[in-house]
């Protein structure tokens, strides 16, 4: 299907060959929620006539300027190996801010599969003609994001397990209070009875999955470097690829 409006699109890699997709309009509705293979993401994209999509996954490997940063700060770095330097400038900002994230290595060989299923998702968008955003004047461009850390700033460092009840709903609370046409958690409280809570019964239909609500944090991500850019803050290095992230800024320690 062809959409002929501007489409902000989100991707979250769910391992190996598998991705799930969020797709936003410019008013925040949901386009469309999904999980597939590479393939079918880039059909989907395919069928945009304009979109910004932001990606749960780094473009390409370290370029070693955190080494090299580490080493200057080293006194004997000729004597002693770095511990905790295999990774892109943007991981190891987020990792001093006391966000957890995965290290990039230098070597495509030494990335695990979701990471070079990442870099094979960039290629083929390239191909597309998609540009590495800011990009003045292209109606396809692309970035990166990380949802985790992107609710972790939004919760201020209270987000819980994504692998609990909780946590979703937590999460799924964030994305409709920023504005996103999504379903109401509250609801998931509305529909439960003590007759039903006695027999386990939960209305869990209410609440989206964890890959799914980091695929339309994402796709949030991609709306707001368009429509509100002063609400977006960005780490790392352009040539090792940046992280944007939808918060005007980030406290020193989380």
């Known amino acids: 299907m062809f959409f002929n409006q501007k489409a902000y699109i989100g991707i979250n890699m769910t391992g190996g060959r598998a991705f799930s997709y969020a797709a936003l309009d410019a008013d925040l509705n949901l386009l469309a929620l999904a999980d597939g293979e590479l393939e079918d993401v880039l059909t989907f994209i395919g069928g ?13 490997p370290n370029q070693g300027y955190v080494r090299a940063l580490l080493e200057a700060k080293s006194l004997t770095p000729e004597k002693s ?3 905790g330097a295999d990774m892109r400038l943007a991981e190891y900002e987020l990792r001093q801010r006391g966000i957890k994230v995965a290290a990039t290595p230098s070597h495509p060989d030494h990335c695990p599969s979701w990471m070079r299923s990442g870099f094979a998702l960039y290629e083929k968008l390239a191909k597309m003609g998609f540009t590495t955003y800011p990009t003045e004047d292209s109606a396809h461009q692309v970035l990166e994001t990380h949802p985790q850390a992107a609710f972790i700033a939004l919760t201020e460092g209270s987000l819980l397990p994504a692998s609990a009840l909780v946590g979703r709903l937590q999460r799924q609370t964030v994305l409709y209070g920023e504005g996103l046409q999504i ?3 509250m609801m998931f409280f509305e529909e439960i009875t003590r007759h039903k809570l006695k027999q386990g019964i939960l209305p869990l239909d209410q609440i989206y999955a964890a890959n799914q609500l980091d695929s339309l944090l994402a796709a949030y991500t991609a709306w707001l470097v ?4 002063n609400k977006v803050i960005s780490l790392g290095d352009e040539d090792e690829g940046k992280i944007y992230l939808p918060v005007s800024e980030l406290k020193s320690k989380y």
Do not use: I, M, W, Y
């Open 48 to 60: 945009q006539a304009s979109a910004f999509v932001a990606v749960n996954a780094p473009a390409k």
């Open 81 to 83: 190996p770095l511990r």
């Open 183 to 185: 379903r109401d958690p």
């Open 226 to 229: 368009t429509e509100e850019p």
